[in-house]
């Protein structure tokens, strides 16, 4: 349940409540946000006077659910706006990698060839093998945020561990979760404790309830600008990489308030299928695309398969256009 209390409500019986119903407390600005689990379904009658608001939620889907918001949230990326009233489609592209200042050029020009304005790619990357490429670690930041100071992009870049966010949270704007730290409460806790947008992915073994609880660590530590990415799940299908889980984006979109990334690249594998996908993705109406593109895919030092390269990629993005269109979305 989530009790939304009155303006200025004195703090003891803030503590009283929160104390009582085993609650999260929120503050925001001069207003406190109580989060029960949500088995609570009423509080007595003695606190009622210090609550402006009830939403009692059916699941641990609460701060994320449309009964709390009925609308998508709005969630501001540099100068770009993705979700609330806007109908805005952000499409994200970059490598999987961060490798050289080079290639960041060059998918520099990409972006600006497209008017597009947000760069993603890993400088930790988290790996199945330890005997594959883990990034450039910071010197991959510094080369990123360069690209930033030089070309306006906002910055999307990921965290493997916890040690590393507060360096991704001065190099860029939205920090990444990876599917793999998904789980990761130290991760999650911290990326609660800013206002940098967070792209939460999809852990490949999680439900959609516990990908959206993954959430709710975020949204309960005080940060609104979460950002749901489906990349795809593990299934007995071995062909494609992953299964990207098309439905499930359905459910996300009808049941929870926050804006959603599709991520083609990771669930496919290979790039002949990226582009086929991109367009169904771009068809389910959602707030943004992530696509890996790369000027030399078979020279990536990660994901090499699945990425696009640049020509490839202006093909897609001119196909993309007229489904956005369709939709009612902006490409931005
Ligand atoms: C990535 O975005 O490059 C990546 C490692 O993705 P995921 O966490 O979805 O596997
Ligand atoms: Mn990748």
């Known amino acids: ?9 004195d703090l003891k019986y803030v503590q009283a409540i929160a104390d009582t119903y085993d609650a999260i407390i929120i503050k925001k600005d001069d207003t406190y ?10 509080v007595d009658e003695k606190y009622q006077l210090h609550i402006e608001r009830t939403t009692v939620c059916e699941s641990d889907i609460q701060l994320a659910s449309r009964s709390y918001i009925p609308t998508t949230r709005e969630v501001k990326i540099g100068e770009a706006i993705i979700g609330g ?11 999987c ?13 990409l972006i600006n060839e497209c008017g597009l304005k947000t760069l993603r790619a890993g400088a930790f990357k988290p790996r199945t093998s330890p005997y594959t490429f883990r990034g450039m670690a910071l010197d991959g930041l510094k080369l990123l945020a360069k690209m930033r100071d030089k070309y306006g992009f906002s910055i999307i870049t990921e965290v493997r561990d916890s040690t590393q966010v507060d360096d991704v949270i001065a190099y860029a704007d939205v920090i990444q979760i990876g599917a793999k730290a998904m789980y ?3 991760i999650l806790d911290k990326c609660g404790k800013t206002n ?3 792209l939460l992915k999809r852990g ?14 975020i949204l309960s530590g005080g940060n609104e600008n979460v950002l749901l990415c489906e990349r795809g799940i593990r299934t007995f299908e071995t062909k494609s990489r ?5 439905c499930g984006v359905a459910y996300l979109k009808e049941y929870t308030n926050l804006p959603i990334i599709l991520d083609p690249s990771h669930a496919m594998g290979y790039a002949y299928g990226v582009p086929d996908l991109a367009r169904a993705c771009m068809a389910m109406d959602v707030e943004g695309l992530l696509i890996e593109v790369h000027p030399d895919p078979s020279v990536a030092k990660s994901d090499a398969s699945q990425q696009l390269n640049h020509d490839q990629f202006r093909q897609l993005f001119k196909t993309l256009k007229p489904i956005a269109s369709a939709i009612n979305r902006t490409i931005v």
């Open 196 to 198: 940098k947008p967070i």
């Open 184 to 186: 990761d409460h130290g």
């Open 204 to 217: 490949f073994g999680a439900t959609l309830q516990e990908f959206v609880q993954a959430s709710e660590f």
């Open 97 to 109: 990698g961060v490798e050289s200042e080079e290639q960041l050029e060059q998918t520099a020009s």
């Open 242 to 246: 992953f299964t990207l889980d098309l």
């Open 1 to 9: 349940m989530i009790l939304q209390l009155k303006k200025n409500t």
């Open 33 to 42: 946000v109580l989060v029960t689990p949500s088995r609570i379904k009423s």
């Open 85 to 95: 009233k806007s109908r805005n489609c952000m499409v994200i592209i970059g490598p």
